[in-house]
Nanobody, 122 residues
Framework: QVQLVESGGGLVQAGGSLRVTCAVS????????MGWYREAPGKGREFVAA???????WYGDPMKGRITIARDNGKNMVYLNIFNLKPEDTAVYYC????????????????WGKGTLVTVSS
């Protein structure tokens, strides 16, 4: 069974940086495209970033220019680095995996993690 476990969330001051991490088990990691979504309080989930099996990357508009996504196939890990954090970045960040299309839309997601909360103070 595929499991995605996020970590690295926490309380950060505005302007700071943070790395959130996703550990994947129960699957051949290199076969999956991976990604991140977020859900802010009172808002719907939105696409943050995705990375293909061959390290191609896609970024959602809300955070483009302030984030990078990377993967380590040897460690079955995917990372999201966030820079210049803003209070509006406060959200639960979810790791996702897709065995098919790049998961830039929720319909392309096969597996979800439970999320990690990032809180940005002003």
């Amino acid at each position: 069974q595929v499991q995605l476990v996020e970590s690295g969330g926490g309380l950060v001051q505005a302007g700071g940086s943070l790395r959130v991490t996703c550990a994947v088990s129960g699957a051949t990691f290199s076969r999956f495209a991976m990604g991140w979504y977020r859900e802010a309080p009172g808002k719907g989930r939105e696409f943050v970033a995705a990375i293909s099996q061959s390290d191609g990357t896609w970024y959602g508009d809300p955070m483009k220019g302030r984030i990078t996504i990377a993967r380590d196939n040897g460690k079955n890990m995917v990372y999201l680095n966030i820079f210049n954090l803003k209070p509006e970045d406060t959200a639960v960040y979810y790791c996702v995996a897709s065995g098919g299309p790049i998961p830039t839309t929720e319909s392309g997601v096969d597996y979800w993690g439970k999320g990690t909360l990032v809180t940005v103070s002003s």
